[in-house]
């Protein structure tokens, strides 16, 4: 089975610094894929950034990336410039094919406070 | 664009009811998952239905049943409700290759509460 680890259970993070958030994963899957979600209050998941196994690049949307070290088995999210509006809960995941059905294992979450 | 799009929003029910939730899903999205959120924790699979067929279901009891209807719509019913149902209920919806591409987007959810 796979498995999303997020150990660190809140951070805080001075407005206009950067900040990273950590994500361990474990798969015997070769093919397979990371994502970040952002969750507000509002309790919407908000996609983030996306980084398949295969892909040669780390990935990057806007202020965020993704640096992914394969080898590692990490997939540790990067918020440049943070902004008060990143103060969310944020879940790492990972796609897991089952069958005929597709779905995310997500982790515990963290939770980011961004002081100005 | 509309995107993803369930009701209620919150709800609170006692303990024995029956619940049913739904979900609109983003315009040419054929895919609707369902996932359970318990406070504290990251979201839990329950269901994925493509083309009005389940694809797939997570550990949950048979108190738990959905389907998806022709306009891609679907329902979530959870029977003889139990404290243990309170939580968020999210809906997302997808293309059918959205593994390839992050292309899974959720609703706001609807919050349960079961007294």
């Known amino acids: 089975a796979q498995k999303i680890t997020q150990t660190q259970p809140g951070m805080f993070v001075q407005e206009k610094e950067a900040v990273t958030l950590d994500c361990t994963y474990d798969?015997?899957?070769?093919?397979?894929?990371l994502f970040w979600y952002k969750q507000p209050s509002s309790g919407e998941m908000i996609f983030l950034i996306y980084?398949?196994?295969?892909?040669?690049q780390n990935a990057t949307e806007g202020r965020y990336s993704l640096n992914f070290q394969k080898a590692r088995k990490s997939a540790n999210l990067v918020i440049s410039a943070s902004q008060l509006g990143d103060s969310a809960m944020y879940f790492c995941?990972?796609?897991?094919?089952?069958?005929?059905?597709?779905?995310?294992?997500f982790g515990k979450g963290m939770k980011l406070t961004v002081n100005p | 664009d509309a995107g993803v799009t369930q009701s209620p929003t919150h709800l609170i029910k006692t303990r024995g009811q029956h619940v049913t939730l739904r979900c609109s899903p983003i315009?040419?999205?054929?895919?609707v998952s369902w996932y359970q959120q318990v406070l504290g924790q990251g979201p839990q699979f329950i269901f994925q239905?493509?083309?009005?067929?389940?694809?797939g279901r997570g550990n949950f009891p048979d108190r738990f049943s959905a389907r998806q209807f022709p306009n891609y719509s679907s329902e979530l019913n959870v029977n003889a409700l139990l404290l243990g149902d309170s939580a968020l209920y999210l809906c997302?919806?997808?293309?059918?290759?959205?593994?390839?591409?992050?292309?899974?987007?959720f609703g706001e959810g609807s919050r349960l509460t079961v007294l």
């Open positions: 997302a919806s997808s293309p059918w290759d959205w593994m390839n591409t992050g292309e899974l987007f």
């Open positions: 798969t015997s899957d070769p093919s397979y894929g």
């Open positions: 980084q398949g196994s295969y892909d040669q």
């Open positions: 995941a990972m796609r897991e094919l089952t069958g005929g059905s597709e779905k995310l294992v």
């Open positions: 315009s040419g999205h054929k895919s």
């Open positions: 239905y493509y083309e009005k067929e389940e694809r």
